[in-house]
């Protein structure tokens, strides 16, 4: 939960407004940020690494929304991205170019192409093959590419299968022993600079060993490569500090970067970060008001206004999201399910959960700044919720809600 979330007199309030005023005057469904919760995050991260040589670049996928982009890069921060879409929200909020790294298997040559018009710090490339169509691009502007080879460092980092990425058997990286044959070829070819190397071995990290075990084979690496006469100029670990949704205890951002420092202290390189729940995911809820209350003979129901369109983490991942009554706890608790109105049974947002609430009540559902807006469909035809960026007793709308007639607005009747 944000740091920034209050009980007053048992109703709750996002840094200095209450969330039932929000709702009224925004409506429902509705994401809210905290941008006090955002800087300290992202606090967290610079002081931890004050004294190093170090760039923390914010994955954009965990929350791509303009507003939240611009508070980013006013801090300073570089940026993560995966898509040339992702790289014009960068540019659009006032990121530098300069600060983004471009992660992902699947760059187009056009993606390739505004990256290096836009003249980002790196390509985080993820095959032998990618390297070829890059050199090629690149020879195309007549420019060289910067690139930083991510590796796969064969780790297990205990987290959800979905979301684990640094093991053989996924689509992610170059294998390990294939690295420095890699980076031999990318030596050679004309129009590519080697700047890096790069790992993320999953999200969600609770654990410290597996990133530490895969930074020592990234160190390895890296002496390996400079013996080779190939100094690099940063060491990128990527993102995957996990939250705290429930009861998980992920470590605290210094201690979970103090062993990463020791494995590279003394080595100039500067050390890249690409943290994005880490950094949004307890800074914002969804507010949603609750339309119905359906008892049953097994289960009693809270039908809300939001669905698994808004928020698909607990239908996708089955993942647990904290919920919360926005009023003061008036009413007898009962145990609820809590359903969107969508036609599937996998529309859920919580189970079984305590509530004391009637109907029209609000529900905040906690912890949703990561991965929660920027994985919403229009499923059901339901327009996007809007986002709201509280900063201290004022609400910016960083985006308003949808409307019908924007869903099918490109579509046509065949006539
Ligand atoms: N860098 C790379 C290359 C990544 O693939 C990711 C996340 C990150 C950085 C940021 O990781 P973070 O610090 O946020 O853990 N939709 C899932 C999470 C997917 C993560 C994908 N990659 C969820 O809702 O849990």
Known sequence: PAPTLSARDGALWLEELPLAEIAARFGTPTYVYSRAALAAAFAAWQDALAGRRALV???VKANSNLGILSVFARLGAGFDIVSGGELARVLAAG?????????GVGKTRAEMRQALLAGIRCFNVESAAELEHLDAVAGELGVRAPVSLRVNPDVDPKTHPYISTGLKGNKFGVAFADAPAIYRRAAALPNLHITGVACHIGSQLLDRAPIAEAAQKLRDLVEHLAADGMALEHIDLGGGLGIRYRDETPPPVAEYLAPL????AGRAEELCFEPGRSLVGNAGLLLTRIEYLKPGETKNFAIVDAAMNDL????????????????????????YDVVGPICESGDFLARERSLAVAEGDLLAILSAGAYGMTM?????????AAEILVDGASAHVVRERETVEELFARERTPG
């Open 312 to 335: 698909a983490r607990p239908a996708l991942y089955d993942a647990w999201h904290e919920v919360v009554e926005v009023a003061a706890r008036t009413h007898a608790p009962s145990t």
């Open 57 to 59: 670049c914010y994955a």
């Open 95 to 103: 990121g530098r170019a300069d600060k983004v790294v471009f992660s």
């Open 261 to 264: 420092l020791e494995v590279f």
């Open 376 to 384: 919403a469909s229009n499923y059901n035809t339901r327009p996007r």
